[in-house]
T-cell receptor, first 110, second 112 residues
Framework: KNEVEQSPQNLTAQEGEFITINCSYSVGISALHWLQQHPGGGIVSLFMLSSGKKKHGRLIATINIQEKHSSLHITASHPRDSAVYICAVGSGGSNYKLTFGKGTLLTVNP | SQTIHQWPATLVQPVGSPLSLECTVEGTSNPNLYWYRQAAGRGLQLLFYSVGIGQISSEVPQNLSASRPQDRQFILSSKKLLLSDSGFYLC???????????FGAGSRLTVL
């Protein structure tokens, strides 16, 4: 079974700061997902990646398959970025399953 | 475009009462459908997934069940709720198993 560890668990930043959230997993995967959960509970998928790097606006996700590690970066952070960020790893081909990390609570203060 | 609806958003139920959460997807056909639970302080846990009508796979033993009576409808049920069933339940869909998940808004269940 894959173990997914996220760090830090909690992160407080000032508006404008560069944010990094880390995710490590124990077993080889097909893909890694980054999700964002807002205070109301709704979850939005941010990225799905299996190699390299993806960028969407101020968000950047990278993955190192050899090191079994991924990072989510937020440039020029803003209070509206405050949310729980969840890493999930998927494997299994046709029997694809996701294993989720416990999430990182990000608070960006104005 | 595709949308996913989940209801009710919030419910408070006594122990031993039945449960029915419903999820529907619009704008796509033959989606893969999932029910997840998020208990306090824990990561998301997959409860059930379905790749087609009437095809349900259960991930964890529990007193919950799922059904897929129509292609784009996924229902989570219980005949008798336990205190431990409290949590945040999320329905999700994807085009194929290894693809981006789209989540519903979630249903917060409190069992008293």
């Amino acid at each position: 079974k894959n173990e997914v560890e996220q760090s830090p668990q909690n992160l407080t930043a000032q508006e404008g700061e560069f944010i990094t959230i880390n995710c490590s997993y124990s077993v080889g995967i097909s893909a890694l997902h980054w999700l964002q959960q807002h205070p109301g509970g709704g979850i939005v998928s941010l990225f799905m990646l299996s190699s390299g790097k993806k960028k969407h606006g101020r968000l950047i996700a990278t993955i190192n398959i050899q090191e079994k590690h991924s990072s989510l970066h937020i440039t020029a952070s803003h209070p509206r970025d405050s949310a729980v960020y969840i890493c999930a790893v998927g494997s299994g081909g046709s029997n694809y399953k996701l294993t989720f990390g416990k999430g990182t609570l990000l608070t960006v203060n104005p | 475009s595709q949308t996913i609806h989940q209801w009710p958003a919030t419910l408070v139920q006594p122990v031993g009462s039945p449960l029915s959460l419903e999820c529907t997807v619009e704008g796509t056909s033959n989606p893969n459908l999932y029910w997840y639970r998020q208990a306090a302080g824990r990561g998301l846990q997959l409860l059930f997934y379905s790749v087609g009508i009437g095809q349900i796979s259960s991930e964890v033993p529990q007193n919950l069940s799922a059904s897929r009576p129509q292609d784009r409808q996924f229902i989570l049920s219980s005949k008798k709720l336990l205190l431990s069933d409290s949590g945040f339940y999320l329905c999700a869909w994807s085009r194929v198993p290894a693809n981006v998940l789209t989540f519903g808004a979630g249903s917060r269940l409190t069992v008293l």
